[in-house]
């Protein structure tokens, strides 16, 4: 409790760190590997669409073995590339968007990313996000692994246990929720947050039938106590 209210009911800006720091002792505190190439991380951020970890980790190492380098990728028929990473899900709506993103740094004249690197993170987002088939969440992905930049990555466990702690109202879109949340959350706790959060998402607050009895977060999470006064 805080003065006069249950933990449940403070602001989002007040139980945010103490919602944190729970999910640091549950899962532990995620540190951001160094050294992560944007481009392998923005094609690992494609082909993680809709699908599973170990699905797209295995289109990617496919997509690798298949094509030795990145210019023989850009230079590979679209069916070619559909093929490689099949494993993944949406092989024909990936293949293309890899297409295009190498097709683009062709023009160029580089296949790197590493110009991003100067750019501010609004503008580095934007232009990862112009292409087609990079959502804001894949463009967030590259600055927040491999560009080491304090944004927050909204995924659809993030989406759904953030509204339903109520740490951003229960109709905030998922565009909106990466906005509210990069003002909340401190710059230090991004990375291990959007870690810890999908986590707890994955093992407790399913889509269905959440855990609230053996969760850490319950004593401050709105949707708790709606259904259980
Ligand atoms: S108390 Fe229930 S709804 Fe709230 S975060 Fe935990 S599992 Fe999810």
Redesign the pocket.
Known sequence: MTGERADHQLDPAEKAGPILRALDARYGRKDRPAGRDPLEALIRGVLSQNTTDANSARAYESLRERFGDWGSLAAAPPARVEAAIRSGGLARQKAATILAIMRRLKERGRYSLDFLRKLDSAEAERRLAAVKGVGIKTARLVLLFALERPVFVVDTHVHR?TR??GLIPPTATREKAHHLLDALISDGDKYSGHMNIIE?GRR???ARS???G?????RW????HE?TP
């Open positions: 246990v339903r702690v707890h407790v607050c399913h959440p855990e609230c053996a969760c850490v977060l319950r999470c709105a949707h708790s259904e």
